[in-house]
Nanobody
């Protein structure tokens, strides 16, 4: 299971840190991705990290503002978000798949968390 947490209401320019914790398996040799879905929009990839080699991916819209990191000892991946914008508001989901590399499509992931809501007021 994956448990996403850390969402909330923040003013534009503010920051949040999302957490994705795994239970029942370890993150060794996994790709962990963060996706978001705003009302009426498709789910989009935000960031991903490979626990095998630490490689990361960021969508252009969040580069320089979001940072993904992992703590294998805690079996948790974090998404630090700064300088949040109203367009960042969405339900954020974490997902996991055991593979090397950085899968970018939601269909490539096997495990999904329940989502955590991020609201950004202007």
């Amino acid at each position: 299971q994956l448990q996403a947490s850390g969402g909330g209401l923040v003013q534009a320019g503010g920051s949040l840190r999302l957490s994705c914790a795994a239970s029942g398996f370890t993150f060794d040799d996994f790709a962990i991705g963060w996706f978001r879905q705003a009302p009426g929009k498709e789910r989009e990839g935000v960031s991903c990290i490979s626990t095998s080699d630490g490689s990361t991916y960021y969508a252009d819209s969040v580069k320089g503002r979001f940072t993904i990191s992992g703590d294998n000892a805690k079996n948790t991946v974090y998404l630090r978000m700064i300088n949040l914008k109203p367009e960042d508001a969405a339900v954020y989901y974490c997902a996991a798949v055991r593979r090397v590399g950085i899968p970018l499509e939601p269909s490539e992931y096997d495990y999904w968390g329940q989502g955590t809501l991020v609201t950004v007021s202007s």
